[in-house]
């Protein structure tokens, strides 16, 4: 029978909270033509028991051939999680098997259901999530599944085993990849992706109430294209009850898109100022690029919640400067005077003609003083009119060829600068534009990454997060 | 006597088109405690003969001896340009001697002029226009003056010696070298590179008319924070000859940043609505960022003028492709299917589940039948609905030991298709997405350089500079 988690209002949610425990997985299907893909996959990280399940294959280069059987059924333990990757024309059959076997959650990357567009594909799919008997939860068809890096299920190569506290929900597997694959260079972790496809059974209500009351997930991000009509209330009632900062890139907000949408997912992608109500009503982050989905992630990964007005500069470039205050600016917040006593200590920190000591302080060639750089960012994050600084750090600035005195003190010092902010609980955040040393710059954004401090490569990766996220945060409090 | 460049309406322009056949340079008062630093710059690549002018050093280690003196006046031959960077007080006598040798033009990196806000600077400043008695012309003070990479004049370590088409003006020398060390990473070269500092002598008005009549220069950016009130109808009398493309970031353009280009440079920002009126009159396209700048100079560099309406996508995620369409109509253009015959056409090259042949195209797993692609690419731009194409394309995708059957055929097939832009003279912009795999992305990058094809990592890096290169293109015409 199918458990449905009481909520207030009676939302119908289904419930998949055992996925936490998943301890033993099959493959069932894994290509031969393609090496065994996604059995190889989920192989290179799966803490559990893992099985294959093949018709005729009775040896896998490099796996156990005790564990290769011809169905599900024949595993002699529990399996708690298959991936399925057979033809159209064997779903049924496998799904009596996964259900006999009590298999708890079922990924199905199979496609040609509703998504074919086709009236056999349709009923198919009825007749698939007729044999789960509600005792499997299925995710897809169509879909990727689930990545699940704390267990090391994973359906491509290479995703990273690191678990973190974001969780993301999208139809689209594509974006997943790009999203998983995009961890490692920005320093995240993921706690749960769900690739759900069709939303054939577990659909993106579901999953959004799952991560809600996730232990393992602080912060969660979706990229939508749209629900089922008479989903809209359960939806609703959701995030009604959530208490977690949810970050929103909705697919098919313009005329064009929505028909876009529809091709690519089959969702009714529903009118944008809908969406955009509902958004607001419930205090979600919307962003308009996948990039963005995951700064934003970042951004509250590394400093938490932040409500900002008040912005210190800090720049190389006294017209590197002057731009970062029109771009704060015009997202609404202020780049104000220090308070006097701050001002006056700081105005004893600099020395060198061509700098400023006032708000957007300039250091110009000051900045190969890395120590008292350390004495000036903590002076400006003392000020308690200062809720956060900006700065622009250009990568060459960390190649010591570039040097005029080869000073290793410099990076050591500036990572120290950097992570400043952590210190007095304002964020600090780094501009270091991709400018010639990309192996340097590569070696910062690690170490900084490993310190909590997120780096970016242009004012506008972040400037409207930060104000999105302040005034998420201010409706929040 | 100064020439002045004969114009229409009596425009007072100072003329430097001399600094084309530079031959011979000095640089005066090199820094024997920065080793040196200016002097050993400009010898990394500087094509004439190189002197050093100091009052009492006789040997610097691998500068011929034989060309050090004590005054610019010693030297035997003439000397076109002086690169100046003595004390304050050694700085009108080091004039004197320039004016009375001949010099043609005079950078002075030297500050505590005009720009320290105090009388005696700006007296200082006074005189030495004076005794330059418009014999030389000067770059400066407080400005780090030319970068000209034909030539080999170049302020700082590793700029780049190959000359391109672009030229800069910029008073902060700050924001010169961000631009000019970000070059390598854009695949794209400088002209001339201006950082004019107080401009007590050669300003901004007379640096954009040298720029809009230099037969080495096709497209011109500026970062500009004001300009004395008496030149604005100067300005724009040059502003109506131009027939160049000019890319213009304002600085100041908020309360707080007009303050603030006020302490950098001393500049009059002036309101923003005379600004943005003037852009507007003379079809300049105004950007936010320095990245922005460099970005949309690449875009021009790569492609000439475009102006699109029509787009095709091209993804590998059908959720990425929704976003793109979204992104696209959002700046006004339009994702339109594509006509009959090339609908059809098109619909025979995909045979892969979960692809689709209709604009937004979605090619999902079957992008590794590079040679298709190939051929999907060429159709899409084939058809005359279609003005250009934007493609999603994940760096993964370029590291072999992510391929299910690897495929040493991927990547110069791939390099085919994109440069497909180049035969349709129609416009293709890959986002090539930040994920994994930086070595092979800059690989890639490298060689789209080479076939000026500007790949980005983000499409906000790109999105809106297309419709403002589309804009300026159309009021052009």
Redesign the interface.
């Known amino acids: 029978m199918v458990e449905f988690v009481s909520m207030e209002n009676d939302v119908n949610i289904k419930d998949i909270s055992f996925i936490n425990n998943i301890k033993s997985m099959a493959v069932i299907g894994p290509s031969k033509k393609?090496?065994f893909?996604f059995l190889r996959n989920h192989a290179e990280n799966f803490k559990g028991d893992l099985y294959a399940i093949h018709p005729t294959v009775k040896e896998i280069p490099g796996f156990d051939q005790r564990k290769i059987f011809t169905s599900v059924k024949n595993i002699p333990g529990d399996i708690d999680f298959v991936f399925i990757a057979v033809p159209p024309s064997q779903i049924l059959e496998v799904m009596n098997d996964c259900t006999e076997k009590g298999v708890k959650l079922a990924s199905i990357f199979t496609?040609?259901f509703s998504?074919s567009g086709m009236k056999e594909g349709l009923e198919l799919e009825k007749e698939l999530i007729k044999r789960a008997q509600d005792k499997v939860r299925i995710l897809g068809p169509?879909g990727m599944g689930l990545y699940y890096p704390k267990l090391g299920i994973a359906w491509r190569?290479?995703f990273p085993s690191t678990p973190g506290k974001i969780g993301f929900i999208?139809?689209?597997?594509?974006?997943c990849?790009?999203a998983i694959?995009?961890t490692?260079?920005l320093g995240i972790n993921f706690s749960k992706v769900f690739s759900f496809g069709n939303g054939a059974d577990l659909d993106f209500v579901d999953l959004l109430y799952f991560l809600s009351n996730d232990s393992e997930t602080d912060i969660i991000l979706c990229?939508i294209?749209g629900i089922k009509e008479k989903r809209g209330d359960d939806l609703k009632k959701v995030l009604a009850q959530n208490k977690k900062p949810i970050i929103v890139?909705k697919?098919?907000?313009?005329?064009?898109?929505i028909i876009?949408?529809k091709?690519?997912?089959a969702s009714i992608s529903g009118e944008d100022r809908t969406w955009k109500a509902i958004f607001k009503q419930y205090n979600l982050i919307e962003v308009?690029?996948?990039?963005?989905l995951l700064f934003a992630a970042r951004l509250i990964d590394y400093y938490g919640l932040f409500d900002l007005k008040n912005i210190a500069v800090f720049?190389?470039?006294?017209?590197?400067?002057?731009?970062l205050?029109?771009?704060i600016?015009?997202q609404g917040m202020?780049?104000p005077p220090f308070s006097p006593e701050i001002q006056k200590k700081l105005n004893s920190k600099f020395f060198t003609?061509?700098t400023?000591s006032?708000n957007?302080l300039?250091v110009?060639a000051q900045i190969y003083h890395s120590k008292i750089m350390r004495e000036i960012i903590d002076l400006a994050l003392s000020d308690r009119n200062i809720d956060a600084l900006i700065m622009d750090l250009?990568s060459?600035y960390f190649n010591i060829?570039?040097h005029?005195?080869k000073d290793n003190t410099f990076e050591p010092n500036m990572i120290e600068c950097l992570s400043l902010g952590h210190e007095h609980k304002k964020p600090i955040f780094p501009i270091i534009?991709?400018?010639?040393c990309?192996n340097d710059r590569?070696r910062i954004s690690r170490k900084l990454a490993e310190r909590k401090v997120p780096i970016f490569?242009?004012?506008?990766?972040f400037m409207t997060l930060i104000s999105k996220i302040s005034k998420y945060s201010k409706k929040r409090i």
Chains 1, 2 share one sequence.
């Open positions: 393609r090496d893909f496609a040609e998504d169509n190569p290479k999208a139809q689209s597997g594509g974006i990849n790009i694959y995009a490692q260079e990229y294209e890139l697919g098919g907000k313009t005329k064009t898109g876009a949408a091709t690519h997912t308009d690029t996948l990039e963005q720049s190389i470039s006294g017209g590197y400067g002057v731009i205050v029109d771009l600016c015009a202020n780049v003609l061509g400023s006032k957007p300039d110009s250009p060459w060829d570039f005029i005195k534009q991709r400018v010639n990309p590569a490569g242009d004012p506008l990766e």
